[in-house]
């Protein structure tokens, strides 16, 4: 877009310019503190701009009574608006690289209510925002100092025509009296009165700022005596605005003295002026050039300031302490800043919290990050590092993941005897649906397919009955049948895990500590408040407000009542026995809760028999609740698409309640291929039953009778 051509340009600019400060910091309430600063900028500036169209406005409306009336377009003042842009700069580019910035590198953080609460950065996004207030900072000094000159340009243009036309005396005498009674067309000419003497510069400081010139010097410079307009005023107005306007002194004489860098800016901005006015492209402008009129606006506040000095409300710092500033202090010439870069992919953006890091199997380096947006929304980077041409080149792609969108394949656990799972040792599978997107993560082992497995579905492997032999094929077959039968679809062969519910952390650095261990002595009791009656389990729909407490599955939530607020207690949710197998040559998943109804029942296996020989166990509940999900095609290759284990994952897929529910089963039998499998077995499901299903259950209780307690004795707190 064209800055400054007309005045839906400028209308363009300022609805952009509200549109960012009511994004960041109006919806939010506050903003960062850090970025505060930002904020008040953006509005300043489009207050300025508001400023300048309110000026253009008034020259159409004066030009609109004219008797003789063609109407007023907004392409009468194009060419006042051309020659202004190029005074203060691109702001609308400015703007739009602000909106970038919020777009791409903040987020809006939300309170338990799903209110907008704040702004959140990026980590990296410091020099951005420096950067881009600098360049803020610029055009509102320039506009400050231009729209005055420019609105006594356009009404001196309008009463010029007034002039020339002579075909309405009245109007023309009306307009006259009121350009006079404003003061306008006095200013329009006035030429400053130097009642304020301006102290002269010390030579050893002017050698410094001559030294200076050569360094960042913009194409436009090739001699002193012709000092380039644009960039000599972009430097003038950054310097004074750096200057002692910035400083408010207190009553005692030390308080008075404003920093060294202040006062050298004021000194830089005089002798910046100087050479303006002396500019041979200056004197060589088209008389209409407003460039006198812009200098004599700065140098007026210049003055303003050395009064401050005069009638000693400032005192200056003594010149030694100025002459030992570093180089960097005396710059002339204002450096643009570099473009926005784009965010990386590998940085952890706000609202993410960043869970996993895997190396992946590559000949060069290659990695894969997961950051987890919300319970559901993550975002998967996968980073590959190689030589080219004798330099080291990375490159990163970054992969969103929903998974009430995505499905979650694990083509790990085909077995490698088929064609199929000779490829898909170590191996995930992920299919959006929306795009019918197949994405293949070839991992290293099997641990971290267990933790890649675990980041998307918010289930910890706690154990896992596959075994293989040095060729890496699986001899791990564990038969299974449903209440004893040998009818198709109610039983089979195939692999056991147990889950226990266990969200993969933020990751923190040099912590040293082991992410998902079951719990071997007694955790600390969880903070909780709730209200008593308030025991169901938290929903999808509620995931975002849920913190998990020490126990790993236990949850609250704020909930407001009749009575007030207060915090909700959920039940633990119970481990989890996953059975990965087929099914009329459909792939396969049975999903049993093991719930405290569920139990070891060794007088329905033969270890009474024969104890030294058994192979069997039996898992029975008075009423045993298996879910059964099977891919809608046969075979593994379209099979394994529709085969997808985040059903089951938590919080809750939308498709969980869709999953068939088996009839009448009231136990469930495995038979092992040795009796050390079966023991190995029943060994880590006592572990999982009594130091998380049991321990976590009794944390619950334990609570709940304590708040109840509480509730009883209301002094007790």
């Not at 030294?211 to 000092?227: E, R, W, Y």
């Not at 919290?353 to 919300?374: A, C, H, V, Y």
């Not at 032999?469 to 049948?481: A, G, H, L, P, Q």
């Not at 394994?640 to 009839?663: G, I, T």
Request: proline share 5%; charged share 25%; glycine share 4%.
């Amino acid at each position: 877009m064209s800055l400054g051509l007309s005045l839906g340009d400028l209308k363009s600019a300022v609805d952009l310019g509200f549109l960012i400060y009511e994004r960041c910091f109006t919806r939010a309430e506050r903003a960062d503190v850090k970025y505060l600063r930002f904020g008040r900028d953006i509005q300043s500036l489009t207050n300025s701009l508001q400023q300048l169209i309110d000026v253009t406005k008034h020259a159409r409306d004066e030009r609109t009574r004219r008797p003789w009336g063609s109407d007023f377009k907004d392409d009468d003042c194009r060419g006042d608006l051309e020659a202004l842009a190029e005074v203060t700069g691109d702001f609308f580019g400015t703007l739009q690289e602000c909106q970038t910035l919020l777009d791409n590198r903040a987020k809006f953080g939300r309170n338990e209510a799903n209110f907008v609460t704040n702004v959140l950065w990026h980590t990296s996004t410091e020099r951005e925002v420096n950067s881009l207030r600098e360049r803020v900072h610029l055009h509102v000094s320039k506009l400050f100092f231009t729209i005055k000159p420019f609105e006594t340009q356009l009404l001196i243009g309008i009463r010029s025509q007034l002039i020339r036309l002579q075909e309405d005396v009245e109007v023309v005498k009306g307009l006259v009296v009121t350009l006079y009674k404003n003061d306008i067309l006095e200013r329009g000419t006035m030429q400053i009165h130097p009642t304020i003497q301006m102290l002269q510069i010390p030579k050893d400081i002017v050698d410094r700022f001559l030294d200076a010139l050569k360094i960042t010097k913009p194409d436009s410079f090739h001699d002193i005596t012709a000092f380039p307009l644009k960039e000599g005023f972009d430097a003038l107005v950054f310097h004074f605005a750096k200057s002692t306007v910035e400083f408010n002194p207190g009553v005692g004489p030390s308080q008075r003295i404003p920093e060294e860098t202040q006062y050298i800016n004021l000194l830089k901005s005089k002798w910046i002026l100087e050479k303006l006015k002396m500019s041979s492209l200056l004197f060589d402008a088209e008389p209409d050039s407003l460039w006198k009129n812009y200098l004599e606006e700065v140098e007026i506040k210049i003055l303003e300031e050395y009064r401050r000095f005069e009638t000693r409300r400032l005192i200056a710092p003594p010149f030694d302490d100025i002459n030992r500033l570093p180089d960097s202090c005396f710059s002339i010439w204002v450096v643009e800043a570099p473009p926005l870069r784009p965010p990386d992919l590998a940085e952890e953006r706000p609202l993410e919290d960043k869970i996993l890091e895997l190396t992946l199997p590559s000949p060069g380096t290659k990695t894969l990050t997961i950051f987890r947006n919300n319970d559901v929304e993550f975002r998967l980077v996968i980073a590959e590092t190689f030589a080219a041409g004798g330099h080291k080149v990375v490159e990163r792609e970054s992969i969103p993941i929903n998974m009430q969108s995505t499905r979650l394949i694990p083509a790990y656990t085909i077995r490698k005897s088929t064609p199929a799972g000779s490829k898909s040792v170590n191996n995930v599978l992920l299919y959006r649906i929306q795009d019918h997107a197949s994405m293949w993560q070839y991992l290293q082992d099997l641990d971290d397919v267990k933790s890649f497995q675990q980041a998307l579905s918010g289930y910890r492997v706690f154990y896992d009955t596959f075994k293989c032999d040095t060729f890496n094929y699986d001899t791990s077959k564990v038969n299974w049948s449903l209440n004893g039968s040998n009818n198709a679809g109610k039983c089979g062969d195939g692999r056991v895990q147990f889950w226990q519910v266990k969200r993969l952390p933020k990751l923190v650095q040099n912590d040293g500590s082991e992410v998902g261990q079951y719990p071997l002595s007694p955790l600390p009791s969880p903070q909780f408040a709730s209200e008593k009656d308030l025991l169901r389990r938290p929903s999808t729909g509620v995931s975002s407000m849920i913190s998990h407490c020490s126990a790993a599955s236990s949850m609250t939530s704020q909930i407001t009542g009749s009575r007030g607020n207060g915090t909700a207690i959920f039940p633990p949710e119970p481990p989890v026995l996953i059975i990965y197998t087929m099914c009329e040559e459909k792939h396969t998943f049975l999903h049993l809760e093991l719930s405290t109804e569920v139990f070891v029942n060794q007088q329905s296996c033969y270890c009474k028999k024969s104890p030294t020989k058994c192979k069997r166990v039996v898992l029975e509940a008075r009423k045993m609740i298996i879910r059964k999900h099977s891919a809608q095609e046969k075979g593994d290759e379209m099979g394994l698409l529709s085969w997808d284990l985040a059903r089951f994952r938590l919080p809750r897929h939308p498709k969980y309640r869709d999953v068939e529910v088996l009839p009448k089963i009231t136990y469930i039998c495995f038979d092992f291929a040795t009796v050390a499998a079966k023991d190995e077995f029943l060994k880590e499901l006592q572990i999982l039953f009594t130091h998380v299903r049991d321990y976590e259950l009794e944390l619950y209780r334990n609570e709940i009778s304590r708040r109840q307690q509480m509730s009883n004795s209301p002094g007790r707190r």
